[in-house]
C-alpha cells in the first residue's frame, strides 16, 4: 500500500520531533495522525539500532522475498507443469510396533 505521507515529509516530521517538538505541535502543523508521527519514530529507532524489531531495509528485503514467492506460486499454478502437479514422494508405510500386528491379529474371546 502506498504510503500517504512522502519520504521528505516524514523525514522532516521525525527529525523535528527528535529535536524537542512535541508530538501534537507536528500533527497540528502537518495535519497528520498522532499514530503516524509515533509509528514513524518507533521506525526511526530500530533502524539507528536503539530497539530491537525489522529495519526498514529488512521490511523492503521480506517484502521483496513475499512478492516473489506469490510470483513463482502464480507461474506454478498457471504453468502446464503446474496444472500437472509436481509429483510427490510416496510416504514410506508405517511399521507396526512389535507386539502390534500381534494384538489386531488375535481372535477376539
Partial sequence: MPSRYPVEVRRQVVELARTGTKVSQLVETFGMRQA??????????????????????????????????????????????????VPRAEPALKKPLSGEADIEQRPAT
Avoid: C, F, N, Y
Fill in 36 to 85: 503516524s508521527i509515533h509509528s514513524w519514530l518507533k521506525q526511526e529507532r530500530i533502524d539507528r539500532g536503539e530497539s530491537p524489531g525489522l529495519s526498514t531495509e529488512g521490511q523492503m528485503g521480506l517484502a521483496a522475498a513475499k512478492r516473489r514467492i506469490r510470483q513463482l506460486e502464480t507461474e506454478l499454478v498457471v504453468s502446464p507443469e503446474g496444472q500437472r502437479g
